[in-house]
């Protein structure tokens, strides 16, 4: 593996990192905490919004960001031809 | 016997007979299968054993509790046990599992090439540990003492010979399976009662859409929701609104679920059990998987508290607030309302001689007017220990004796499968750490493997003896095992990670600082080592409880991480950067390729 290839490699990770790092705040401490007065005015399942991002929504969403981080992962590893 | 007895003593009995049975099966023979399970754990596999190494007792018993009386507020803990995964998969996990070694003292002191390093990480883990493990042993010797009619004592020993069985044979290959076998366990006896209670409050069986629901009563809908019911509930008595209540200010909040969430990530008991997986790929899923299972309790938890809340207060206001007949008589209150006065975690005062119970909040001056006029003299319970959330939950709704059984065995695998953790975290880091490490490098295989099976005895020992006389700091889990792990273990490995030119000098001023500032504030507001009457707030210099922004001691680890991560780069900013074997190893940990080949010494 070359220097600059692994740089590419390491450049496809951080980005992804960051995207997925950004959601991960977002529904927890945007939707769950900062956002949640407002939100709470809008009802989901008898939930009130805001409520349900602090102690169901964020959980959920926690759960998809790690296997959408280890699905792209496989991926990247693959195109970068540095998969086990 | 009762028939609960006869129930509790087979069903307890039936699960630790496969504990030990597992035990025999799952011997380990290497340092790499005491260690790491010999790095064959499947993913989903370990995923399951993660889970029940990370929900203790106080996730079991204690989580339900906080929320019932907390509502929205106890949201920092639902968010910030379960966001440290996504920090853990992303950030450490997949690298430190291509690193490939035993412990997490051991990369600490190869990335930065120092010894001193990797003994303050050693000082940290053990510190962690230790003050979570004592919750455990109590933990289990609370259960036995109050189902199995046996002493505290008694239970501790029974715990504690339970966890060496398995933990001193097997290593982390015992540990391992016997936490999968404790995970099946703890998660049905925490749903299954959730699942009859939200049948019976709203006509939904999976308490997460439950909550939301309806609420049901006697078979017919209310027009209500079930949260909207019980926020109209708890506000007629004076306490604050379920749904919109907060823990301290938005700001403790967000700084409190940080502090988790990085706390959770950084804690070396969790951290090694991604050790155990085969490939990096691995890790990276496991840590889903991981979430999964512990998600299927934390999103059960919030229906739990809030509908144990909700029987709560009905059981005791049975009418109109402030009618002759609203509250219930004291002489007519249920069996496990008696069960639980004999414990002393329920304690009722007739304040107004009435023989009537008044349950409701008499510290908001607001409804004071309101009380004084219903001829109310203070709130009469005077004591509701939340741990009766989960622990009485199956009485309160009345299910059968086989569910209460069931509840707990569930406490105690909860309890035993993090204690088993923790003290292979604490034993490895004796054994490879420092005896291996920094002591004796010279030590044998077969020799390390005897070490680490007398430092596991030994740690059982110790925490069987702090759980029997606990030290103050006991009391302090969160603020300590969460504060040191957030403040000092993560910021040092992701930086280890993620900054190729951190170096040595950077590292160890960055972790010590981080230390020290956190548990400057802790101490401070609850006495060196929470010894009492040695707290040190003063508040003439501005420095009274909470002063700093309002964010209080338990919520400081991410304050703590913040100063290690600024310490860190200015020093390293000014000092010599790493030499060239180091920049080769970050490099070398960033791919996944190679992993199989990296081993442990």
Known sequence: MTPENRAAYWKANVRLLVILLIIWFIVSYGLGIILVEPLNSIQLGGYPLGFWFAQQGSIYAFLVLIFIYAAAMNRLDKKFDVDE | ?601
Request: hydrophobic share 50%; glycine share 12%; net charge negative.
């Open chain 2, 1 to 601: 016997m009762t028939n609960l007895d006869i129930w509790t003593y087979s069903v307890v009995g039936f699960t630790f007979a496969l504990y030990i049975g597992i035990a025999i099966w799952a011997r380990a023979g290497t340092t790499g299968e005491f260690y790491v399970a010999g790095k064959g754990v499947h993913p989903v596999a370990n995923g399951m054993a993660t889970a029940a190494d990370w929900m203790s007792a106080a996730s079991f018993i204690s989580m339900a509790g906080l929320i019932a009386f907390n509502g929205y507020g106890a949201s920092v803990f639902l968010m910030g046990w379960t966001g440290g995964y996504v920090l853990l998969a992303l950030l450490l996990a997949p690298y430190l599992r291509k690193f490939g070694k035993f412990t997490v003292p051991e990369f600490i002191g190869d990335r930065y090439y120092s010894q001193t390093a990797r003994i303050v990480a050693v000082i940290c883990l053990i510190l962690a540990s230790i003050t979570y493990v004592i919750g455990q042993m109590k933990g289990i010797g609370v259960a036995f003492s109050r189902f199995l009619e046996t002493s505290y004592e008694m239970g501790l020993y029974i715990g504690m010979g339970i966890v060496a069985i398995y933990a001193v044979l097997g290593g982390m290959k015992g540990i391992t399976y016997t936490q999968i076998a404790q995970y099946v366990v703890l998660i049905l006896a925490y749903t299954i009662p959730a699942i009859f209670i939200s049948l019976t409050l709203t006509g939904v069986p999976l308490p997460q859409i439950g909550l939301g629901a309806g609420y049901v009563e006697d078979g017919a809908q209310t027009g209500m929701t079930l949260l909207g019911k019980l926020d109209q509930v708890v506000t007629d008595l004076g306490f604050k609104e379920y749904t919109t209540q907060v823990m301290g200010s938005s700001l403790n909040m967000f700084v409190y679920t940080l502090s988790l969430m990085i706390g959770t990530a950084g804690l070396p008991h969790v951290i090694i059990r991604f050790f155990t997986v085969p490939k990096v790929k691995d890790a990276r899923y496991s840590a889903g998987w991981a979430l999964v299972f512990i998600a299927l309790l934390y999103t059960t938890a919030p229906a739990v508290g809030a509908m144990a809340r909700l029987n709560l207060m009905d059981t005791i206001q049975v009418g109109p607030v402030g009618s002759e007949e609203g509250n219930l008589l004291y002489e007519d209150r249920p069996e496990w309302f008696k069960k639980w006065e004999t414990t002393g975690l329920l304690v009722w005062e007739d304040k107004n001689d009435d023989g009537r119970i008044q349950y409701y909040n008499d510290e908001n001056p607001e409804f004071a007017e309101q009380a004084e006029s219903y001829g109310w003299a203070g709130n009469e319970m005077v004591s509701v220990d939340r741990d009766i959330m989960v622990l009485a939950n199956p009485e309160i709704a009345g299910l059968p004796n086989w569910v209460i059984a069931l509840v707990v065995a569930g406490g105690l695998a909860a309890a035993l499968s993090t204690a088993a953790g923790l003290l292979l975290a604490i034993s490895s880091a004796i054994s490879h750490d420092l005896l291996k490490g920094v002591f004796m490098p010279g030590i044998s295989e077969k020799n390390e493997l005897m070490a680490g099976r007398i430092s596991m005895i030994v740690a059982i020992i110790a925490a069987g003896y702090l759980g029997l006389n606990p030290p103050g700091f006991a009391a302090g889990t969160v603020a300590i095992a969460f504060g040191l792990a957030a403040s000092s273990i993560f910021p040092a490995l992701m930086m280890g990670i993620f900054m190729k030119k951190m170096n040595n000098t950077g590292a160890i001023a960055g972790m010590l600082a981080g230390i020290t500032v956190t548990l400057l504030y802790v101490f401070q507001h609850k006495g060196i080592f929470f010894i009492p009457g040695t707290e040190f707030l003063m508040p003439e210099m501005g420095m009274g409880p909470d002063w700093f922004f309002g964010i209080s001691p338990n919520a400081f680890g991410a304050v703590g991480a913040l100063v290690n991560f600024v310490v860190a780069f200015i020093v390293a900013a000014v000092t010599a950067p790493p030499p060239e074997h180091i920049q080769h190893l970050v490099e070398d940990v960033r791919v996944p390729r190679g992993a199989g080949e990296a081993t442990g010494h």
